[in-house]
């Protein structure tokens, strides 16, 4: 499917949030680029839940860039679901996938 | 009617504040109260909607009443804000600027609507917010407009901008509507909460503002900053002596009902239901403060 | 309460009040700046920062405000004034004190001058650009290179250009990429092209923001001012020949001697300086190359937009290449209908 992606981001760089930014490629899936102020050990979740909120879209040929700055599971989802809904210029909120 | 719970401090969380949103609970306010309208700026309010949505549902806020206050319905916002809160399941929809029965009327469709839609069994209360003159003048009515309504409250900065004057620190210009408001929430048996004390520097001034309000007979008030709570707490933390004469009523009409009889009497004196409500009110309050240990 | 707040930079009155700020570090409001995102507590500007282009530069905070909070209050408030308009691959500077505030806020160090100025970018943009130079690589023991901005291209840049190729195995030659020249870049490098047509050894490079942009040299940009800042020609260079010159194998740098305008003839007593120096990366020479002359006056990009403006084409048709005056007849006759 082709999607038309807009250039998206949403959160802050404060503790305790996430600022993430999503930007079309050319290649199609998803690629994550995560850089966390905690621990690495959190690295693979934080990619997890990111990756998670994506395909739940159905999100295809975007990066999203990531920076976390400690934020819980719940911040990251908000966070990212944000930036997915303003990638896909959507404002009705399907709540099935959130 | 709905059941009165102690609700003397009620933190405003602007939606949009991570931090806050996510600590809010550690303060231990009466009820939290997510914000989605006045403190969210116009480019945040879908993130702040979705942020409020997953923190409403995060175990942190399980055990404590949650209020959110949503943009008014006639913005892109108000009914996105409405479901976000609802499906989550916040206790409370705070409405904002509430000018008379029909804001209250159309807020509760919209409520019922959205419950039915997805199912909802436990019922969403609401709080009006009454923020200009026609707001005050119709606040009985407004009072009475709703069985989910458990309080009205005052919100004060607007008001004043309405009357065209300002706040001061006597408050002789928000003196007619708070005893409107606090009449028409006594009459209508729902609760009256105070407005926000803005200058979190000024502890004394906040200390006189709760006790005043509390004079007049307010359930409580809402607060910015959670430096506010402990001083609001302890402002309405009840006297050795009304804890005592609390007890000793409660005391006496549990044995009054052991032993079947009709009337409570203390020291010679009949004391009747509001009198008892009032003790049971004076212990929970105490029990709240922890002057009272839960075992009472 | 902290407040945030965009500044166009039009707002002379707002404006005054951040530049007093900025004048508290040291800092100088830089002229190409078009709004700031300034951030206020009971009235009082407490932290500032300037969105110049994809530059994001005069960035102060007052000391007052401890620790990270602040910084990346007002990182997030200018990251999303600069994304929203677009702009997602950004640059910055800063003081290489604070290098490691902002890779907290996603950027990574690219290089710095001096202790006084460090270029930042939130994208990685620069190793891939380095990898590309290096597949253009050519094997050779002396190995030239310019950069040149073409405003139009003259008989003057053949000259420099023949000469750098005659004396070198090979030759890259980078375009000046930013658009703020009379002549916009597309054209300049298609003059280039067509001018340099035959010659064997050499290499046109297409600018990139790497070199002689509006990131690494901004002052560069600003001709009104007149006056070179050191500080940028360093960091211009020092990027140069850490990142750029290493892939391609460059041994020297070819410029044009410069008797008339102060700012190149400075950016060129400079380079020498700079780029003779010992360091982790091999030194590369530079080699000023005289000017030629028509009728006792250098020749010079800035002659020829001159003449265009007195309409006189007898003389621009001595001081540059056919292509180029092919080109100069279209603009004119398309002006003068």
Known sequence: MQQNIIPSHAGTLESSDLFVRILPKKEGGVSIELESSVCEIYADAIKKTVLECANAFGADGMSIIVQDKGALDYVIKARVQTALLRAFGMNELDWSVL | ?296 | MITFSLVPSTSTLRLAKIKEFLALFELECSEDVESFVVAKEDAKIIACGGIAGKVLKDIAIDGLYQGKHLALKLMSELLHVAYEAGRQELFLFTKPCYVEVFEDCGFKYITQAAKTIALMENHQNLEPYCKSLRALRVKGNKIGSLVVNCNPFTLGHLHLVKSACATCDWVHLFVVKEDASYFPYVTRLALIREGLEGIKNLTIHEGSDYIISKATFPTYFIKDKRKIDSLFTELDLNLFRNHLAPQLGITHRFVGEEPLCVVTHEYNQQMKKCLAQVGVMPSIEVVEIKRIYHANEPISASRVRKAMQDGDIELISHLVPSSTLYAIQNILKKQEK
């Open chain 2, 1 to 296: 009617m709905i059941q009165q719970k102690l609700r003397r401090s009620m933190l405003f969380v602007p939606g949009s504040n991570v931090s806050m949103v996510c600590n809010a609970f550690i303060y231990q306010p009466d009820t939290v109260m997510f914000d989605l309208e006045d403190s969210v700026a116009l480019s945040e309010k879908d993130s702040a909607r979705l942020l409020v949505y997953h923190a409403l549902q995060h175990f942190t806020y399980k055990d404590i009443e949650t209020a959110v206050r949503v943009n008014p319905l006639n913005t892109p916002f108000g009914i996105l804000d409405l479901e976000a809160a609802i499906r989550a399941g916040a206790d409370i929809i705070r409405l904002p600027k509430t000018d008379s029965v029909d804001d209250v009327l159309e807020m509760e469709q919209e409520i019922a609507d959205i419950e039915n839609r997805i199912g909802r069994q436990k019922k969403t209360m609401m709080l009006a917010a009454i923020e200009s003159a026609l707001g005050v003048v119709n606040a009985v009515d407004i009072a009475r407009s709703s069985k989910r309504l458990m309080g009205i409250a005052l919100g004060a900065e607007d008001f004043v901008r309405d009357l065209r004057t300002q706040r001061t620190k006597a408050g002789s210009e928000l003196m007619a509507a708070r005893n409107q408001i606090l009449l028409a929430a006594r009459a209508a048996k729902i609760s009256a909460f105070d407005s926000v004390f803005s200058d979190v520097k000024d502890k004394e001034g906040f200390v006189y503002e709760v006790n005043y309000i509390k004079g007049l007979g307010f359930d409580g008030k809402s607060l910015i900053n959670p430096n506010q709570i402990p001083w609001l707490h302890k402002a309405f933390e009840p006297s050795i002596e009304d804890i005592t004469w609390a007890q000793e009523v409660l005391e006496a009409a549990k044995d009054s009902k052991i032993r079947g009889l009709g009337v409570v009497s203390i020291d010679g004196k009949m004391v009747d239901a509001p009198i008892i409500a009032r003790a049971r009110w004076i212990v929970d309050l105490a029990k709240a403060s922890g002057v009272l240990g839960e075992e009472v």
